[in-house]
């Protein structure tokens, strides 16, 4: 009796337990909360930070990129603080130079950016430091490097530009009036694209409780409320959402769910393939650990490195050719000149030969970079260049956005769109890195760099040479969304025509 007594008080006990359990946590959380508030001057009266509390900047800007650039070049050293973020933001090649490889062991990631985007990123390349970057980076460039995989990734591109691209954009170039989310296709594209290179997979192909649709939103939300977290005035307010599982937190959790479902089929259906004597980079990772989850957080890297990047730059590129039609006529010449009248599928080294259009992009991606801006967290006391004083434990960000519509940097012409700034002679020229950090500088240099380049060299040179495509709101100024890689908002409708010279491809 006495027995039965106390095993029917255990669930009242229980719901105390969580009860006072719960009440601490909170507790704890509220004076973590006040804490850092105290240490961040929440309260900070100054100018910059005023405007960004009471986000008074949009009564001026569309964009939140546009009101740092605006800030940054009023900024005698290109150099400003956001105080209550605790944010030290510069677009000074000298500041990022020091940063990214004079003191690079100084500024690493750090523990606050991973933690924003930890549970969706994990331990993947680009969100950790030390031996697991280096061990992830030195399996990467092995992969990478070699003459074989550039080949396949190459071969790969092209595959998806005939079978997949010239077939969805020559039908909707049938349809009288029939518009096309240009930004959706190139996502859908590079994603395609990205699968077949870096997992071995065609998505098609994959076994998904889900559409490939669901799971492309969910990622793109995943990816924007990670994003929103950086924003918040202290890292508490999303933490605290985050425990009682609230609002934003809560669809986070639900997007990375589907999210994580992808990475498992991926994984699932390598193994299930067999991975021991393929090539892709996934491949070399599973023969090297069993660890599922460390695989999952390599999947989703790769996927935001594949197919948020790049379709975000071929996106910029269209859009910004669709107000230049001096420079996409210049594509056009180059284009008929190497290749010839018959053929639409450029050889790679076809490609190699096309400087203009290489010039072409690399300006897009001056203007419109699909990392707007970068972070690193100090790990001492330090001094930038320009003479700033970074704490310990302050973020630093650079900001390419803003470095390319610097006057001190690109010349009184910085906004305008010139091909020609990067030629010499007809021939490309390259910049300092530090000056144009969009695929990062110095030791964290982006390894898959010159493939993504060619690839939406490719794109451009297929699909410049057979179509117009006429964006349907080319002089509205861009408004992005909030992301780790800059998405238009709305997205980028189109109205695409085959042209006359050239009907068929092949």
């Not at 960004?52 to 650039?69: A, H, I, K």
């Not at 996106?315 to 210049?330: D, I, N, Q, Y």
Request: a positive charge; proline letters at 4%; aromatic letters at 12%.
């Amino acid at each position: 009796m006495e027995l039965s007594e106390n095993l029917s008080s255990l669930p009242s006990l229980q719901a105390s337990f969580c009860s006072i359990f719960f009440f601490f946590a909170v507790s704890f959380s509220i004076l973590s909360f006040f804490l850092v508030l105290v240490r961040q001057k929440f309260w900070c009266n100054c100018e910059i930070c005023r405007g960004y509390l009471t986000s008074s900047w949009l009564m001026e800007f569309v964009n939140l990129c546009d009101w740092y650039t605006h800030l940054l070049q009023k900024s005698p050293t290109h150099t400003i603080h956001i105080h209550v973020l605790g944010n030290t933001i510069t677009a000074n090649p000298d500041n990022i130079e020091y940063m990214l490889k004079t003191r690079f062991d100084n500024y690493p990631k750090g523990k606050p950016f991973s933690t924003i985007l930890g549970d969706l990123l994990g331990q993947g390349i680009f969100n950790v430091d030390g031996d697991s970057w280096v061990f992830q980076r030195k399996m990467a460039s092995l992969e990478l490097g070699s003459v074989s995989i550039r080949s396949f990734a190459f071969e790969v591109v092209m595959a998806e530009i005939k079978h997949r691209l010239l077939p969805l954009l020559s039908s909707y170039s049938e349809k009288d009036g029939g518009l096309l989310d240009l930004q959706d296709v190139f996502r859908r594209f590079t994603f395609d694209n990205i699968c077949k290179f870096s997992f071995g997979l065609d998505p098609g192909c994959l076994e998904l409780a889900l559409p490939i649709s669901q799971f492309a939103e969910s990622f793109d939300l995943a990816t924007k409320l990670s994003a929103e977290r950086a924003m918040a005035a202290s890292p508490f307010i999303w933490k605290i959402k985050r425990l009682l599982n609230l609002g934003s937190e809560k669809r986070l959790k639900e997007a990375i769910k589907k999210v994580n479902v992808l990475a498992k089929e991926v994984i699932m259906q390598k193994r299930k393939l067999g991975f021991s004597n393929n090539q892709d980079l996934l491949s070399r990772f599973m023969a090297c650990m069993k660890d599922d989850n460390y695989l999952r957080d390599i999947v989703i890297s790769f996927i935001l490195a594949g197919r948020d990047t790049m379709g975000s730059a071929l996106t910029s590129f269209f859009w910004l050719l669709a107000t230049h039609p001096e420079v996409e006529s210049k594509i056009r010449d180059e284009t008929d000149s190497i290749m010839h009248p018959n053929q639409h599928l450029p050889s790679f080294e076809q490609i190699r030969e096309m400087h203009y259009l290489h010039a072409a992009v690399y300006e897009s991606l001056r203007l419109y970079p699909p990392v707007q801006f970068d972070s690193k967290f100090a790990r001492q006391d330090d001094v930038l260049q320009d003479g700033t004083f970074v704490m310990k434990g302050t973020r630093v960000t650079y900001h390419p956005y803003a470095m390319g519509r610097i006057e001190a940097i690109w010349g009184p012409d910085c906004m305008e769109f010139k091909p020609q700034r990067w030629l010499e002679k007809g021939s490309f020229s390259p910049q300092s890195p530090f000056k144009f950090p969009v695929f990062q500088a110095g030791i964290r240099m982006c390894l898959g760099k010159e493939m993504a380049v060619v690839a939406v060299k490719s794109v451009a040179a297929v699909v410049v040479r057979l179509f117009d495509i006429h964006v349907v709101e080319a002089n509205a100024a861009p408004r992005f969304d909030s992301g780790l890689t800059a998405t238009m908002r709305g997205g980028v409708p189109v109205v695409v025509r085959k042209r006359r010279a050239t009907c068929h491809h092949c």
